[in-house]
Every structure is written in C-alpha cells, then in structure tokens.
C-alpha cells in the first residue's frame, strides 16, 4: 500500500450525454457504503444529466415551466442521504424538486415565489443539504433557507421552517460530517457576500452564531469536527472555528473564483476546484496539545483548459475523487496513484 | 438567470460585430476616385459603420434593452444582429451573416472565459464601446448616444456585487454553452486548440483583489498567527500592477474586448460539422421551443424601436462578402451543417403602422389556448410561418 497515500492519477472519464454548466458545486456523487458501483449528477442548464452504476445515462428536467414561461434553468442538484431514506434534490429558477434516489418518481415539489414580470433581482433556489436526522435545508436567491421535514417513506414532505438570517443570495449548505464538538452547531449556511451561519438543527432551528462576510463571495462550505472550511471567490480557502466563529487559517488556494469544496470525514481530506482549472487535495487536522487547526497541501491536479465547476470525494476516506468542467462532457475520476 | 445579462450580451456582441464589419469594409475598400459604381469607398464604409452605430444606441432601443428580462435563444438574438447588419447601405448573404454571428459568439465567449473576475466583464464591455467612439468620433450626435448608454452601464452595474456579477457570467455562460467553432485568428494565437475549445493560461497576473497561491498562513484561538507554510504548483502566477478603471474615461487595463482584427489578419472560421462530441452537443434546432410566442414578442417590442433606413430609392445596397471569394461564399452556405443553422426569423417589424398591425395580427392568431398533444415541432412551426412573410 502507498506509504503516505497523498499522491493521485487520472484514472478515467465517464461520458455524459451533456457538458456541464457553470454552476457553484455542479456535482453530485451517491457514494453506498458496500464498494463502487456508484452515481454521479451533473447540471446542464435546464437538465440534470445522471450517470448510475447500471443503464444508460438520464436525465431530469427541470419543472415549473408553464406555457407562457420559458424552461427553468436549474442551479444545482445533490443527493441528500438521510437514514431512513436517500431524496435526489433539484433547485431551479422556480423551485425544489424532491425525487427517490434513482431519480425515477418526483417526491415532492415546492415552487418559489416568482415575480409575473422579471425584477432586477434574480429569483432562484440553490444550496443543498441534508440536516439533522430528518431534513432537507435548501437556500434562496432572498437568502431565505428552507428547512423541509422529510417523513422515512411518501411524499408527505413539509416545510418545517424559515430560516431568514441572510440578507444575499444563499450560495451553499453543509451539515456536520464528524463529531461536532459543545456548541458548535450541526449546520453552516453561506452565501453571496461571504457571510456564515452556524446553527443546531431539531424541532426548531437555532442561530449558534454568525460569521459576517467582508464582500468576497463563499461559494462553497463544508463542516468537519467543529472546522468550517469555507471556499471564496478571490480562490482562498478559510477554516473558522464553528463554536467561536475565530479564524484558524487562511489559505491563498487557488488563482480564481473556487466553484467547489468537499470533505472526506474519515480523513478530514479537503478537496478544493477553482476556475483556474486546479483541484488540490489538503489534509485538515487537529494539534491535540494547542488545539490549533491544521490544514497541508497533499496533491494538485490541473485539469487542462478547464474551469472546474464540480469536485466531489467518491469514497469517506477520499482515496478517490471525481471533478466536472464547464463545457466538458465527461466526468473525471482520480485514484490512488 | 441573471436578469440583468441581456445588456451585456448585446453590447458586447455588436462591438465585435463592428470590428468585424469594419476590417471587411477596409480590406475590400478602394481609393474614391478609382471606385466604380459597385465598389467599397472610404466614405461609404464611415457611412455604413455610421447607420449601425446610430441604429444601436437609439434611445428608445437602449431603454428595452435595460429593462430586467431573461436571455432569449441564440436564434432570436440572431435575428435582431441581422436587422442591424442592414441597417445601412450594406447587405450580407446568409453565408456571410452566419460567418459574422460565429466569429462575434465566439468571440466574446472567449472574453467571459478568460476574465480573470466576474466583475471585468464591464471592463470587456467599456473596451468595446471605447473603440465604438473611435469609430464615430466625427458625429457628435451618435457620440452623445454612445455615452448616454455609457453613463446608464455605470449607473446599472458599478454598484452591484461580485456574486451578482458572477451570475451573469455564469448565466452568459450557460447561453455559450457547447459552441466550439474554430476561429482562425484564434487559432492562430494559439489561445484555441484545434478541437475548438480555448486555451486556459495558468500563468501571468492574478485577478485583482486575488493573492498569488503557495501561502498557508496558521491561527490560533486568539487570532494570532503562529505558522507560515508554503506550496508550490505548476501555475506560475504573478501580482497585477494595477487595476482597470470603471470610469467613463480611463485606462482599462484589461486587453479583452478590444480590437484584434486589422487588414492584415482576415477573418476566417472552420465550421466544425462532425466532432466526436455531437451527440453531446445541445441541438437547439431540434429541441420544441415553446418560447417562440415570447421571443417574438420581445422581438417586435425591441426591433419597434430601430429606427432603420430604407435605401433611398434608385440607390442600390452594397453588398459586403465575409469570405474572399463570392465562390467561397457560396460553398460555405451550401456545406453549413444542419445543426449550425440559424433558421434566422424574417419578420418586417418595423415602424410602419400597417406592417406592426400586420405582426399583432399574426401574433394574436398565434394565441393557442391549449398545447395539442403531439404538437412537439409548434415551436418550428411558428418560426416557418414568421419566414415566409
């Protein structure tokens, strides 16, 4: 076995029928706990192309185009794995849409409220995650976050909540994939002027804290042990302390706008994918004397005149990884070198 | 999904048209007292870059331009490119109006790409209407309307934030999406491979506000720093001296978006019909478009508002050819792959009341008050019809 095992190589390409869009977190992986076969999403406008273990390739539409309206544009998709059952969410111009995991039946559908006439504001959900046990959280354009109570089998979903605590477009949504430490919160909301929100999830959302922003949008979070990693349009990475809201490291990651972060939580390896057509791998941890954070470059990779827009972990430990590209019609998968 | 990138869009399309048109108009102008009849002259060019400019930035045009919308398809922005094309004494083939429509696409699907921010794209559209005034620094009435639209893009976008301006990049973005025709100048430049898709440097400044990665800077839990580590990759970056300027005056820094043709670098494209990615590729032409009622509306409310000269009468248009030969011309539009076309829309929106009652009418016969089943091609349908007008 590969005695550090930092190193990675390309391993090969799925086909999509499509090219994938330049969307924030444009790839999805559903990653069971037995070995690959694995499925893999990826936005292409006002379509999710879905890539299973067996099949041919499919794909969703996005819903909520009436006659006088034009087909919606979706944002985002992620497959949101719960205990009791796994939803593959859709956000869009319009709406959510809630399907089964192999995307086959509509589970549920919530429609935004859309303006008869366009408005100088955008309208649109985007931000994707599952929370707490028995929740779906997905963000807007207001920076409203929606927190949908999903029951363990039907389509009897509701909206439990309305979280208001943004002022700008939410960007993304990430709930705790390690042990959250006292008070630290379970959930990290983001959006467009970089602001973060921490909160504990249950019956009744509460705001732990607030992270403000400095203008630079964060397109990207995720949580890990208390670590929110957060990615910025100006290509940092940065890990604030979730109980405390402290800074513990800055990162100058990327030479463009980061489109995509992700965790392994058996490792606490980052995976990070920028405009400037770099995905890095990093290694996050803890000092058990100083309690200080750690974060070390393990591995770039360039994907060849490609701005990523989608990098995912495609197994807990993040031996593999797999990326998408604006107007590239493949998937990229990564393994141990 | 941005509803504020229309604007953008447009603008930036018609500069690169402009500079198209222009170094065609040079190449294929000869001295005034040597032209014949049917010949390109100085004066005639100034004339025709002089009728586009002024039918562009026309007051009432600009106003529905601004006005929040969503983007409309490849096909209907076309056509409003066509009206203005013609808007003068000049006349283009089918051939060389799809030659012009690929070079501007893909064009500027090259300057949003490669702008190191979201928020250079404006910096792209000043370049453009920088050189616009360039080009009709003479009439001083056209260069009053250039920068009333100017002063209206400072006062629309100058305030808004990054992420909204990445949103417009990502929504420009999503509407270039899968166009890869080669472009010969670009090739040339060697910022396009010869599968059509561009070349991304990872190397040279940095955005502005962006540091220069390698730099991992440690906390502790009162917020000093207590290490410094460094990585390094194979990007080899560097800090920008200086940022552009946003003013209606100043040096923009950013070379995207100003001028890369001149008489001596013809225009050429290669048309990539078959590619081993064209079962990917969007077909447009195929897809049902039920927007064709929408887009045509918004195509008589923004082409009601040109103003465009009928040639006086006994006076010919001159026509321009996009490729060097009228043979070339030819066989170009004899071996343009079906999923390139256009399928341009003809529709004679003009001012004249007769002919707007004429589009009402037909556009309200178009008012079906339930989708028949199977009529997936209505779209295509309605397109055809508006043709034959």
Known sequence: MAAAGTGYRRERALALRNSSSALYNNLTVLCPPARPPRAFGAVHGTTLSLLGPEGPPRQLPARGGGSALSTPLLT???????????????????????????????????????????????????????????????????????????????????????????????TDIAAEQGQAPEAAGDLVTADDSGTLCLWSTGEEFTLLGRIPGSGCTCSSV????????????????????????????????????????????????????????????????????????????????????????GARFCDPAGDTFAVTGYDLSEILCYGPA | MSARTLPLLFLNLGGEMLYILDQRLRAQSIPGEKARKDEWTDVDRKRVMNDIISTMFNRKFMEELFKPQELYSKKALRTVYDRLAHASIMRLNQASM?????????????????????????????????????????????????????????????????????????????????????????????????????????????????????????????????????????????????????????????????????????????????????????????????LAKEELNFLARLLGGLDIQKPAGGETGFRLNLFTTDEEEEHAAQTRPEDLSYKVINIEATQEPGRRAELSRILGELEVAEPRPGSAEKGEDLLALMDGL
Request: proline content about 5%; charged content about 20%.
């Open chain 2, 98 to 290: 799809d030659k012009l429509y690929d070079l501007m696409t893909m064009a500027f699907k090259y300057q949003v790409l490669l702008c190191p921010r979201p928020r250079d794209i404006l910096l792209v559209t000043f370049n453009h209407l920088d050189a616009i005034k360039d080009f009709i620094y003479e009439s001083p009435a056209i260069l009053n309307q250039v920068d009333e639209t100017f002063r209206q893009l400072i006062e629309t976008y100058s305030c808004l934030p990054d992420g909204e301006f990445q949103l417009i990049r990502q929504t420009l973005l999503i509407f270039f999406q899968d166009m890869h025709i080669r472009v010969s100048i670009f090739l040339k430049d060697k910022v396009q491979n010869s599968n059509g898709r561009f070349v991304l440097p990872i190397s040279g400044p940095v955005p502005w506000g962006t540091e220069v990665p390698g730099l991992i800077r440690i906390f502790n839990h009162k917020g000093v720093e207590v290490k410094r580590t460094e990585f390094t990759t194979a990007g080899n970056y560097v800090t920008p001296q200086r940022e552009g300027s946003f003013e209606l005056y100043g040096d923009r820094v950013l070379k995207l978006g100003t001028n890369m043709y001149s008489v001596s670098r013809p225009v050429e494209t290669h048309v990539a019909g078959s590619s081993k990615n064209l079962a990917s590729r969007a077909k447009e032409n195929t897809v049902p478009n039920p």
């Open chain 1, 76 to 170: 985002q998709a992620a497959w949101c794995e719960l205990p009791a059952r796994v939803l593959l969410v859709l956000t869009s111009q319009r709406g959510v849409q809630m399907y089964e995991a192999d995307g086959s039946t509509l589970v549920f559908w919530h429609a935004l409220d859309v303006p008869e006439h366009p408005a100088a504001h955008s309208v649109f959900a985007r931000g994707i995650s599952a929370a707490g046990e028995r929740f779906i959280c997905v963000g807007t354009s207001s920076g409203a976050v929606l927190v949908f109570d999903i029951p363990p089998k039907g389509t009897n979903v509701t909206l439990s909540e309305v979280l208001e605590q943004h002022r700008d477009p939410v």
């Open chain 1, 222 to 309: 995720t949580l890990w042990n208390g670590i929110v990693a957060a990615g910025y349009g100006n290509g940092q990475i940065r890990l604030w302390e979730a109980g405390t809201g402290q800074l513990r490291a800055q990162v100058s990651a990327h030479a463009r706008w980061i489109y995509a972060l992700d965790l392994a939580p058996l490792t606490g390896k980052l995976l990070s994918g920028a405009e400037d057509s770099f995905v890095h791998v990093w290694k996050l941890s803890r000092d058990p004397d100083t309690d200080d954070v750690e974060i070390r470059h393990c591995h770039a990779e360039c994907v060849t005149d490609t701005q990523v827009c």
